[in-house]
């Protein structure tokens, strides 16, 4: 059985990769030192300081050392040493891990032939610079935990008192601005707050900040870590003390000690849900914390089940003492934690922990967020609120998660289809789900294109949502049709689903170049399309998998009785390859902002290499090496930058 690597991009190697014979590596020569460990580690050229100049860039100043290398940064684990009992699976990923489902990009890189062997480190000759690869993790800043949001008590991070919280918090006006900027970005995208009533509860808090709940505070601290990622460059360069790298980095860590002294787990509330939902956000960011698709999935996986102890799933339209207040906002978060669950099964290929029939919770009202009384006087009752909802086609606050819920049945069936055990469905089935999905992303595309020429004021807020709707709607067509062109039994529908791989995937990439081009009208784009840049490099990986196999055409296709088939219609090879090089570079410029997506570019660079050298009959070797040196010189040039966009 041939194996590898993780899939995540240079983390571990699989048992067996190493070349036959003799496992162990040559020992080297004890040299004088003179470098420091971390330079050492990345083989880079040192100054010499103290703290050397590579270290004090990277924000790594009490780390650069000239010692001898012992322990890993912050007490962290060190996969070197172990026991001989925790060889055998504890921490080695064995072949079984490498089989996903099929939103899993492990695997298209199968299916891009041997340039997998050295983005899984399989080549023998490939190792050295494989380590240099790997090494590059050390120019950015050491993740503080890798178990967040529930901590390894290994953290270097001083634990808060409750009463002396605003001492580490910005001034009260860039609180305030930074919450404004949370609620006009992530809770327009993923809905759990009422911002009136959050914005009495951050009055109460200033007014006696010892009195608020310690979830209450996790979850203001979650949301600032997360604001400082969304904010526009003008308010971060207003963050004196505590900076945005401080804020971004030892929040969340404060947020899950204060979750922990709350009775989370015995007594959830709503808060404590929303909470959780935010830093599973902050995992898929990559704020500080090491974003693996897997752990995301175990993630959202406690979520959606401390969501059910709270019987979040269950519909409360019959119950008389739910205020109104309180069943709407129980629907919002059981949404938002429904769309983590789906979103963390596409990324992770595993099955969504949620199933078909598990819930019953109606989709939010179709109100606007003025409509919900937060008044204690007078209570709104369900049957009040319900009464002020809407109808299905006027925009309210409420109309994107309505959208997207109703789109969840359709989703849900096929994710657990394709990232199954067994995935196994009919040629009528895939049919069926292709005409529902297509239906329900162009009636939406026309609702947005109206919207944008009705309410110009709020372009920023609908590209976000109509952007996050197409990646979503467009990653389950992929997996729905990357299903059947892998499988002979689906020959009545191989036409269709060939063509819709490719045109989804090219879908993609332009909603990646959108996001590119309206920076600079709208700033702070940069935080989402960080969040969905597995799924555009999902579309890369097809992308370069269609140009291999010479699938698309030479020229841009006629209007012809395609259309009346309802065969999606393909881009121009050139075309493509434009497109493909533009999603590159905007993925290589962000490679300064996590070593994240560093792997990512790593693996896109060389899938990229490997598919030039074969146009142009280089031997792949010769191309791999040239495209790692690039990846890893890109990482050293843009880890030098003290600044790296927002």
Not at 22 to 30: F, G, I, Q, T, V
Not at 438 to 464: C, Q, S, W, Y
Request: charged letters at 25%; glycine letters at 4%; one cysteine or more.
């Amino acid at each position: 059985m041939t194996t590898g690597t993780s899939p995540a991009f240079g983390k571990f190697r699989l048992k067996g990769s190493e070349p036959d014979g003799d496992n162990s590596r040559a020992r080297k020569r004890n040299r004088k030192t003179l470098s420091c460990v971390q330079c050492r580690r990345s083989k880079v050229k040192c100054d010499r300081g103290t703290p050397c100049g590579r270290c004090s860039r990277a924000g790594r100043k009490n780390q650069c050392s000239y010692g001898l290398e012992t322990a890993s940064p912050n007490g962290q684990y060190d996969s070197g040493r172990r026991l001989p009992s925790q060889s055998n699976g504890t921490h080695e990923v064995s072949p079984i891990l490498m089989n996903t489902g099929l939103t899993h990009w492990a695997k298209l890189i199968e299916e891009l032939g041997d340039v997998k062997r050295y983005i899984f480190n399989q080549d023998a000759d490939f190792h050295e610079t494989f380590d240099r690869i790997t090494a590059i993790k050390d120019l950015y800043p050491t993740p503080s935990s890798y178990n967040f949001p529930f901590g390894d008590n290994q953290l270097d991070i001083p634990m808060l008192a409750q009463d002396a919280i605003l001492d580490h918090l910005p001034s009260r006006t860039l609180v305030l601005d930074l919450v404004d900027n949370y609620m006009t970005t992530y809770e327009k995208t993923h809905r759990l707050l009422h911002p009136p009533q959050f914005q009495r509860e951050l009055m109460e808090f200033y007014a006696a900040p010892q009195d608020v709940p310690v979830n209450w505070i996790a979850q203001l601290l979650t949301m600032l870590a997360l604001s400082v990622r969304s904010a526009p460059q003008s308010l971060v360069d207003m963050l004196k003390n505590p900076t945005r790298d401080e804020i971004s980095r030892d929040f969340p860590h404060w947020a899950d000690a204060f979750l922990k002294r709350s009775p989370f787990m015995y007594l959830p509330d709503l808060c404590s849900v929303r909470t959780l939902c935010m830093m599973a956000i902050a995992k898929g960011l990559d704020i500080d914390t090491p974003a693996h698709s897997r752990g995301l999935w175990a993630l959202v996986g406690f979520i959606v089940r401390l969501a059910m102890a709270m019987a979040l799933h269950r519909d409360t339209s019959s119950y008389s003492e739910v205020s109104g207040y309180e069943a709407e906002m129980r629907r919002r978060i059981w949404g938002t934690v429904v769309f983590l669950d789906l979103d963390a099964a596409i990324k992770s290929g595993l099955p969504p922990c949620i199933r078909q029939d598990d819930s019953d919770t109606a989709v939010p009202l179709n109100v606007n967020d003025a409509q919900l009384s937060i008044s204690t006087s007078q209570i709104q009752s369900n049957p009040a609120l319900t009464a002020l909802s809407q109808p299905r086609n006027n925009w309210t606050d409420s109309s994107f998660q309505i959208r997207l819920a109703e789109s969840y049945p359709i989703v849900l069936k096929v994710l657990s289809i394709v990232n199954s055990t067994k995935p196994d469905m009919d040629s009528q089935t895939v049919e069926e789900c292709d005409r529902k999905l297509r239906d329900i992303l162009r009636e939406t595309k026309n609702m947005f294109a109206h919207l944008l020429g009705a309410l110009p004021d709020m372009e920023k807020v609908l590209v976000l949502q109509q952007t996050m709707f197409e990646v979503f709607i467009r990653r389950i067509l992929l997996a729905l049709h990357h299903a059947c062109v892998r499988d002979a039994r689906y020959s009545r529908v191989y036409e269709l689903s060939h063509v819709s791989i490719l045109e989804c995937s090219l879908a993609l990439l332009y909603a990646q170049q959108t996001l590119q081009e309206k920076r600079e009208r709208l700033p702070s784009m940069l935080w989402f399309a960080d969040l969905y840049q597995c799924d555009f490099s999902i579309a890369m990986l097809h992308v370069i998998n269609g140009l291999r196999k010479n699938e698309f055409p030479e020229a841009e296709p006629a209007d012809n009785n395609a259309q009346q088939q309802q065969i999606p219609q393909v881009q121009a090879r050139e075309t493509t390859l434009a497109a493909l090089r533009a999603s590159h570079g905007i993925l290589e410029a962000s490679v300064g902002r996590s070593f994240h997506l560093f792997r990512v570019f790593f693996g896109i660079t060389l899938s990229i290499a490997a598919f030039e050298a074969s146009e142009r009959g280089e031997p792949l070797p010769g191309a791999m090496q040239k495209a790692a040196e690039r990846a890893i010189d890109v990482a050293e040039k843009q880890r030098g930058l003290t600044d790296h966009g927002s």
